[in-house]
């Protein structure tokens, strides 16, 4: 083979690697364990060059820390449950499970070539039973431990598809799928008790040090933790039953400024006047369509329905407030209800003008006027305001002492007391499909809900009725209507009952299978001793999309199972570092249709901005890879084309791995060149003969371990582009030094262990060619000699008037009078003097000399 051919030796290597059996895990005590991790994808169907970026990342890792020495822990599997493949099913007649697989096959094919690390051994797929039943396993162990239970509770609901949607399935107040108007229902649901490790959860952050600042704060955020102040409103003639309204409020400093009151539709007060008057009822059932995402309730027109009752003032009984229901506002946070203060917030502002409700301040700007008519003055809980009715006098202070100090005034007056809450609410993971894990309970007249007896597990999906394939396009959920799966025997006392139809959310799958990996065959959901040495996850990798839920329910299963047994106790949080990667994005190309709409177009159909039947197409600036839009590169066509380690080494090359990179062909022919050229340089030191030469080879040597020290660096940084502009300099350095074959030979197969993480086939086959004794991806990683990263001599630019005009190579520890004095002797320099003397001579050490004539 005279030049570099991609293709065979992506194939060769890719063999040996598999033949060696190198990158299966085994747990071994001599050795240091390093356990990485990318968030594993959807079986969707095909990878994009997003996921190559994705999964390389993590390779690099896992390949640097195997060749220093680490016993390495590197598995893949797929989060193949959800509605993508139940609606496929519906769309074409199928099986979820038949399309589920299909794609798992195809989109492990397109990874495979790619040469991971990866011990795909330990492939889990969590629509196997031999995941959910163990899944099933974990959930009767937190029922068993109150960590799991049912209540009734309001959520969206398609009243089409006849299932609950999670908050992101609620699209501008429709269902994402059916497009029917979404209602808020209550229904009984189940929850596991994450709200009860809010606080722990939230103090735990401060401990990771190792994950992105930002997803920190989003996290802290969702968590939500404040401090306010509960009370109630004394209620005038309300129903029986009901003569207060509870509120709380991390604003009681605005309490004299309130203008009413607010009460969700799902408040108690409110069910209660729905049940006595129709026009109540009407409104309330308007009011619950849509979703209850914050978005959604912000982006709603804000409605509210004046009840006829009023509530006293705690301070002031004389004072009357009117009690509205308002659509804004949800049982979930809170009490469900609120006091309205539009003087100081710009939905209660709004509210206030749509009704004509009074609007009062009780601070202002300090050094400024403001018209709280035409608009709320909203400052941070940390400005200094100027009070104009608190409760403890006026005066200035910020709005945390305001409100510390109300919250005293009212514990003093027997008013309030002041109270912690959580934004955080409890998990509702109940989903009406088929598609999911079932939930391992059973519904008995006689006994209750009964857990299944764990002999029992897996409950497993039905996969036809009869012999009949389950028709998944009748609307609801198909397990509702599967009666030889849905009627069962009670396990307590064996009369008729029923299993448990609903299945659970998807991010339960995701939420334990880190801890899975460790023993993906056990036959409970973990193995102690292989969760004790593997466990935690040293590196994880993902994206920035799951930097929340994903995240917090992962931290909430890892606290449980430690309850439950199944992981130890360093366990409970599962991700010692983080990193959230970047996308990769692509121009979307476009023509439009007979009547304007949009028709997207894949980039191997465009050709100079042209289709091939010469038609132009509109070019749309780079966005997110997406298949709906088809700006998509399919990695099999760059390999096919230029190899896996040019698509490889372009992801990680062109960005800081954390900022998004733009996939461009001229790019990706770049790095294939680079790679060709690397290759032939290794060739020419193998094939040609060469005299030492003292002087050059040290010079050679002195840069390969100056290089080795950046690239180590670069690598254990995730400074991956910073890494490969170092080993594009030494590639240079290499191709024009004039040393002998020895020194230039030991350099290339330095460059080649350097390369290994990024490019792994073209390294292996660079040691190979050069006598590098095994695998270079199991040869030990370089190390930089510290006495080679000092340099003897630098070479100094000399700037005369601030323009460089020459430079001197003197010893690197010369004093800095004598460097004056070389350039001062500089013939450039003496030439801009002209006999005369310098006005300044500034000497930055090992950097420049700069003249000022």
């Known amino acids: 083979m005279s030049r570099y051919a991609p293709a065979e030796i992506e194939a060769k290597w890719q063999q040996a690697w598999q033949d060696a059996d190198i990158f299966r895990a085994r747990r071994d005590e001599a050795r240091p364990k390093y356990y990485v991790l990318e968030m594993f994808p959807y079986p969707s169907g095909r990878i994009h060059m997003g996921h190559v970026r994705n999964y390389t990342m993590g390779d690099v890792v896992a390949r640097y820390k195997l060749s220093t020495g680490h016993n390495v822990l590197h598995p ?29 096959k195809e989109m492990r094919e397109q990874m495979k070539p790619l040469g991971l690390s990866i011990d795909w051994s330990r492939e889990i797929a969590t629509c196997r039973p031999d995941y959910y039943g163990q899944q099933q396993a974990l959930f009767l162990d937190f029922l068993e431990k109150g960590l799991v239970y049912r209540k009734n509770a309001v959520v969206n609901w398609d009243p089409v598809d006849m299932t609950v949607l999670a908050n992101e399935q609620v699209i501008d107040g429709k269902g994402w799928r059916s497009g029917a108007e979404v209602e808020r229902r ?45 009370f109630a409103f004394g209620l005038n003639d309300g129903p029986d039953g009901h003569d207060r309204v ?24 409110a069910r209660q006047l729905e049940r006595e008057r129709a026009d109540v009822a009407a409104f309330c059932a308007e009011a619950r369509k849509g979703g209850t995402t914050a978005e959604a309730i912000e982006k709603a027109e804000k409605l509210g329905f004046d009840t006829g009752l009023t509530c006293r003032h705690p301070f002031d009984t004389s004072w009357e407030l009117p009690v509205y229901i308002a659509n804004f506002i949800l049982m979930d946070y809170g009490t469900g209800a609120i006091f309205g203060c539009p003087g100081h917030d710009q939905r209660d502002h709004d509210f206030a003008r749509k009704y004509d409700l009074p609007i009062l301040d009780t601070f202002l700007p300090l050094d400024a006027e403001h018209d709280i008519e035409a608009a709320p003055y909203v400052p941070l809980k940390s400005e200094r305001v100027r009070y104009t009715r608190l409760v403890a006098g006026a005066e200035e202070q910020t709005g945390e002492a305001g409100v510390e100090a109300v919250i005293e005034f009212c514990e003093q007056n027997g008013v309030g007391q002041g109270v912690t809450k959580f934004r955080l609410r409890d998990w509702g993971l109940s989903r009406q499909r088929y598609w999911g894990c079932p939930i391992p309970v059973v519904h008995c007249d006689a006994c209750g809900v009964v857990p299944e007896k764990k ?29 030889t799966w849905r009627d069962c025997a009670c396990p307590a006392c064996g009369a008729p009952a029923r ?55 992962s931290r909430f299963f890892a606290r449980a199972m430690k309850i439950c047994g199944h992981l130890p106790e360093k366990a409970i949080e599962p991700f010692d570092a983080l990193f959230t990667q970047g996308m990769v994005t692509h121009e979307i190309y476009q023509t439009r249709d007979a009547k ?63 900022r998004d990179v733009e996939w461009t062909a001229s790019g990706a022919e770049a790095a294939h060149r680079h790679l060709a050229r690397v290759w032939r340089i290794a060739s020419e030191i193998a094939q040609t003969p ?118 001197l190579s003197l010893p690197a520890d010369m004093e800095k009078s004598e460097v004056e004095k070389a350039a001062l002797a500089h013939e450039a320099v003496q030439k801009a003097l002209n006999g005369g003397q310098p006005k300044k001579v500034i000497v930055v050490p090992g950097r420049i000399v700069n003249v000022v004539v």
């Open 76 to 104: 893949m599997g797929w989060d193949a449950f959800g509605m993508p493949a139940e609606n496929a099913a519906m769309a074409s007649g199928g099986h979820p499970n038949d399309w589920t697989e299909d794609n798992i």
């Open 455 to 483: 002999e029992n597990l897996p409950v497993q999906l039905p996969y036809d009725e009869g012999g009949t394939p389950i028709d998944f396009g009748i609307p609801g959920n198909p397990l509702d209507r599967h009666p």
């Open 246 to 269: 509870e509120v709380y409020t991390t604003r009681p400093d605005t309490l004299m400024g309130a203008s009413f009151i607010g009460i969700s539709p799902d408040h108690p007060l």
């Open 596 to 658: 304007g709409r949009p028709v997207y177009h894949l980039p191997e159909e465009v050709t100079e901005g042209r289709l091939a039947d010469g038609s132009p197409v509109e070019v749309i600036p780079s966005a997110k890879m997406s298949k709906s839009k088809k700006n998509v590169v399919d990695p099999s066509t760059i390999i096919a084309e230029y190899g896996a380690d040019t698509a490889r080494w372009f992801v990680l090359s062109d960005s800081p791995p954390e």
């Open 690 to 807: 060469g005299e030492a030469d003292a002087q050059a080879d040290e010079a050679l040597l002195r840069e390969m371990h100056k290089t080795i020290d950046e690239v180590t660096k670069g690598v254990d940084s995730f400074g991956f582009n910073a890494a490969i502009a170092r080993l594009y300099a030494f590639t240079n350095t290499l191709a024009k030094s004039k040393a002998g074959q020895a020194a230039k030979s030991t350099a290339a197969r330095t460059l080649a262990q350097l390369m290994s993480p990024m490019t792994p086939h073209l390294a292996e086959d660079v040691w190979a060619m050069l006598g590098g004794a095994g695998l270079v991806a199991t040869a030990p990683w370089p190390e930089a000699d510290p006495a080679m990263l000092i340099d003897e001599t630098v070479i100094l630019p000399i700037q005369i008037n601030g323009k460089r005009r020459g430079e």
């Open 186 to 230: 209550e229904l009984t649901q189940w929850f596991f008790r994450i709200s009860d490790f809010s606080e722990e959860l939230l103090e735990a952050l401060d401990g990771l040090d190792d994950w992105p600042a930002k997803v920190r704060t989003m996290q802290e955020n969702w968590i939500g933790k404040s401090r306010g102040l509960q």
């Open 499 to 553: 299993r448990e139809t609903d299945t659970m959310d998807t991010f339960v799958d995701s939420s334990w299978y880190y801890a899975r990996f460790t023993a993906p065959r056990a036959e409970t959901p973990t193995d102690m001793a292989e969760a004790e040495y593997w466990m935690n996850v040293d590196q994880y990798i993902g994206g920035i999309e799951h930097a929340i839920l994903h995240l917090l329910y």
